[in-house]
T-cell receptor, first 112, second 114 residues
Framework: EDQVTQSPEALRLQEGESSSLNCSYTVSGLRGLFWYRQDPGKGPEFLFTLYSAGEEKEKERLKATLTKKESFLHITAPKPEDSATYLCAVQTHTGTASKLTFGTGTRLQVTL | DTAVSQTPKYLVTQMGNDKSIKCEQNLGHDTMYWYKQDSKKFLKIMFSYNNKELIINETVPNRFSPKSPDKAHLNLHINSLELGDSAVYFC?????????????FGPGTRLTVL
């Protein structure tokens, strides 16, 4: 069975204090790895897709990287508005369908 | 303007009742999904429809029945509601098939069963 594990469960940073979130996975036939951001009371919002080991993508203060067993979401000099839950998901195929399996998320709080 | 919309946003009901949640997307996508997010924020797929055809049906009690009248709509009907059904239900859509496209999520429906 596909498994996605995120760590830490919760992370508290001061503004400007860089850190990384981890997403490790065991799947049969990874098609893509997705990062989403979820704010309280809202649906997940897409951030990145990574397809192969060694790939990196950046958006503002966020940078996502992928290896064969895990992905990291690096947050550089975070701001309070980066506070959210960050979800990682792996995409696999079942027959003709594409399916996302999510991790339990990392709850990030950035304080002044 | 809204890409994926759900109604209602909140639903409070008694055990044993039957209720429905509606979802609509205006993105022209072929595939739609229902997810359940429990109190620990774990998001798990329940169903997926592609062009009105059921393509994913995870281990979900048969009290849950999805219905897709057309490819822009995917509704979720729940019979004989139980306390454990309390959760946030998210609808999502994607262009579909086996492509590597991201899924776009609706705002969620918070269901509370008393």
């Amino acid at each position: 069975e596909d498994q996605v594990t995120q760590s830490p469960e919760a992370l508290r940073l001061q503004e400007g204090e860089s850190s990384s979130l981890n997403c490790s996975y065991t799947v049969s036939g990874l098609r893509g790895l997705f990062w989403y951001r979820q704010d309280p009371g809202k649906g997940p919002e897409f951030l990145f897709t990574l397809y192969s080991a060694g790939e990196e993508k950046e958006k503002e203060r966020l940078k996502a990287t992928l290896t064969k067993k895990e992905s990291f979401l690096h947050i550089t000099a975070p701001k309070p508005e980066d506070s959210a839950t960050y979800l990682c998901a792996v995409q696999t195929h079942t027959g003709t369908a594409s399916k996302l399996t999510f991790g339990t998320g990392t709850r990030l709080q950035v304080t002044l | 303007d809204t890409a994926v919309s759900q109604t209602p946003k909140y639903l409070v009901t008694q055990m044993g009742n039957d209720k429905s949640i509606k979802c609509e997307q205006n993105l022209g996508h072929d595939t739609m999904y229902w997810y359940k997010q429990d109190s620990k924020k774990f998001l798990k797929i329940m169903f997926s429809y592609n062009n009105k055809e059921l393509i994913i049906n995870e281990t979900v009690p048969n009290r849950f029945s999805p219905k897709s009248p057309d490819k822009a709509h995917l509704n979720l009907h729940i019979n004989s509601l139980e306390l454990g059904d309390s959760a946030v239900y998210f609808c999502a859509s994607s262009p579909g098939g086996l492509s590597y496209n991201e899924q776009f999520f609706g705002p969620g429906t918070r269901l509370t069963v008393l």
